[in-house]
T-cell receptor, first 114, second 113 residues
Framework: GQQLNQSPQSMFIQEGEDVSMNCTSS?????WLWYKQDPGEGPVLLIA?????ELTSNGRLTAQFGITRKDSFLNISASIPSDVGIYFC??????????????FGKGTHLIIQP | EAQVTQNPRYLITVTGKKLTVTCSQN?????MSWYRQDPGLGLRQIYY???????DKGDVPEGYKVSRKEKRNFPLILESPSPNQTSLYFC????????????FGSGTRLTVV
């Protein structure tokens, strides 16, 4: 199936720093999604992107849908302790039968040092 | 509250003893799916269902079964669990297009000894 390359795998940062992570694919996606997973919980949707070039913000989070439709990035500004967790990108394409299932990246583990 | 409910949250079992992990959603979603999460491998899809009585294999279906007799329920069945099925399992649901993303359950941590 399709594969997403998500980087970095993990990040160790200081509180207050900005964070940037990205996903790339060899295939085109129609939708890009970013999820966050807190320890012991399921992933929760942060941002959804539907158009190439789209830039969307949700509080301190900003995500962009790449022009080529093969990549997306997520930025977190001024990180705080509750930002700790695993961040997943996910892409979705549409075939003749409708929407295909989501393809997930392997996650970016964000660790914030006090 | 709109949610996906999985049970149990934790399960330890022995090799070969059949088990079922239940999943229920209250959002009238057509699409439901099961994923397993393993360190370094991210989320991998096991099975999915586009609607009642319609199921299909995901990327890692071996050793698993599912059924979709009702819209709200999508149980995951392990007929003969093996240690390599020790993992964290998530059920998810969405509208038929899925374009607004999936709603995930809180997970089931399964250990097979």
């Amino acid at each position: 199936g399709q594969q997403l390359n998500q980087s970095p795998q993990s990040m160790f940062i200081q509180e207050g720093e900005d964070v940037s992570m990205n996903c790339t694919s060899s295939s085109i996606f129609n939708t890009w999604l970013w999820y966050k997973q807190d320890p012991g919980e399921g992933p929760v949707l942060l941002i959804a992107l539907y158009k190439a070039g789209e830039l969307t913000s949700n509080g301190r989070l900003t995500a962009q849908f790449g022009i080529t439709r093969k990549d997306s990035f997520l930025n977190i500004s001024a990180s705080i302790p509750s930002d700790v967790g695993i961040y997943f990108c996910a892409g979705q394409s549409y075939s003749g039968g409708g929407a295909d299932g989501l393809t997930f990246g392997k996650g970016t583990h964000l660790i914030i040092q006090p | 509250e709109a949610q996906v409910t999985q049970n149990p949250r934790y399960l330890i079992t022995v090799t070969g003893k059949k088990l079922t992990v239940t999943c229920s959603q209250n959002m009238n979603h057509e699409y439901m799916s099961w994923y397993r999460q393993d360190p370094g491998l991210g989320l991998r899809q096991i099975y999915y269902s586009m609607n009642v009585e319609v199921t299909d294999k995901g990327d890692v279906p071996e050793g698993y079964k599912v059924s979709r007799k009702e819209k709200r329920n999508f149980p995951l069945i392990l007929e003969s669990p093996s240690p390599n099925q020790t993992s964290l399992y998530f059920c998810a649901s969405s509208t038929s297009t899925g374009g607004y993303g999936y709603t995930f359950g809180s997970g089931t941590r399964l250990t097979v000894v």
